[in-house]
């Protein structure tokens, strides 16, 4: 799934992104509404997050400009206008949330998650579930079960096991892990990784090669063939 980040602030660009890399989103950039229209236009965007106050195009002009040209792509508003009149310009341009600077990064993705939900509810049951051969993850009910029998893990290493298969063939670095296992805050080591992914391992019986070493940088889920 790929989002789309508008805003003429690189660092926020960058903030964002990071964090929606977390999740395991693809993330594209754009610096303001006409270089969004542009990228938009190519029909693979699942969902924007536009800021408003931006150069050449404003984020409410480039929204209507979306709403009429008959783009639905699902919308989230950052702005550092909080007024309800702002709020009330936002929703009747055709945004789907509005959210204010300062925001808080965590609250941002709670909200992406909840667009995601209500907007395309086929994207986000695909990734509730997911099956490799005898392998079965089920988020909602935090269960594994192999040959169908339920294989008992921690919440961490559930969790540590959920981000690996959400970002199936792609290395993740420790850090990368840390933050989004860890909830973003935590300091630990690399062991703290390691000795998790060994745990884990351990637990995954048949489907433990799934879980792949990649030397210098971290690891990776590759399900069998």
Request: with cysteine.
């Amino acid at each position: 799934m790929k989002i789309l980040v508008v805003d003429d602030e690189q660092r926020i660009r960058d903030l964002i992104g990071q964090y929606l890399m977390v999740e395991g989103y693809d993330v594209e950039y754009a610096k303001d509404g006409i270089d969004a229209l542009t990228k938009i236009s190519k029909g693979d965007i699942d969902l924007v997050i536009l800021d408003v106050m931006m150069p050449f195009m404003d984020g409410i002009t480039c929204l209507r400009e979306m709403r009429s040209r008959g783009f639905k792509t699902p919308v989230i508003i950052l702005s550092a206008k909080g007024e309800e009149y702002d709020k009330i310009t936002g929703f009747d341009a055709g945004t789907d949330d509005y959210v204010v600077k300062p925001f808080s990064p965590k609250e941002l993705m709670a909200r992406v998650k909840a667009v995601i939900n209500r907007v395309n509810p086929e994207i986000a049951e695909s990734k509730e579930r997911y099956i490799f051969g005898s392998l079965v993850i089920d988020v909602p009910s935090h269960s594994v079960r192999i040959d169908g029998e339920n294989i008992n893990l921690t919440p961490k290493e559930f969790d540590l096991l959920v981000c690996l298969v959400q970002n199936k063939g792609v290395a993740l670095s420790r850090e990368r892990i840390l933050m989004k296992v860890w909830n973003y805050d935590y300091y630990g080591e690399d062991r703290t990784v390691d000795t998790h992914i060994k745990m884990l391992r351990g637990h995954l019986k048949d489907y433990r090669d799934c879980i792949v070493t990649v030397w210098g940088v971290g690891y990776k889920f590759e399900p069998k063939e």
